[in-house]
Nanobody, 121 residues
């Protein structure tokens, strides 16, 4: 059974930083594509960043160098390091792992339950 568990969310002030982590189980020995998505209140879930098993990364345009996605292929985990956070980054952040046909088309994927990030004074 595949499970993804996010951690590291919390409340920070604007300009602050957080590192989110995604731990998986049931994927040992595979090299799934992994991704981070977020969903703000009243908005659709959107892509933040993805990383392939080979380490190729892709970021949403609004990230503008503030976030860095990484992974550990041995542990099959992923981190999202977020810098210079702004209130608009407030959302539930989700981890995703699976197989993709293209940068935006997943054929098989699993989701975590999300971790809340709140950026406010």
């Amino acid at each position: 059974q595949v499970q993804l568990v996010e951690s590291g969310g919390g409340s920070v002030q604007p300009g602050g930083s957080l590192t989110l982590s995604c731990k998986t189980s049931g994927l040992y020995g595979s090299y799934p594509d992994m991704g981070w998505y977020r969903q703000a209140p009243g908005k659709q879930r959107e892509l933040v960043a993805t990383i392939t098993g080979g380490g190729e990364t892709n970021y949403a345009g609004w990230v503008k160098g503030r976030f860095t996605v990484s992974r550990d292929n041995i542990k099959v985990t992923s981190d999202l390091n977020m810098l210079t956070l702004v209130p608009d980054d407030t959302a539930v952040y989700y981890c995703r792992a699976g197989t993709r046909l293209s940068s935006s088309v997943w054929t098989t994927s699993y989701w975590g339950h999300g971790t809340q990030v709140t950026v406010s004074l």
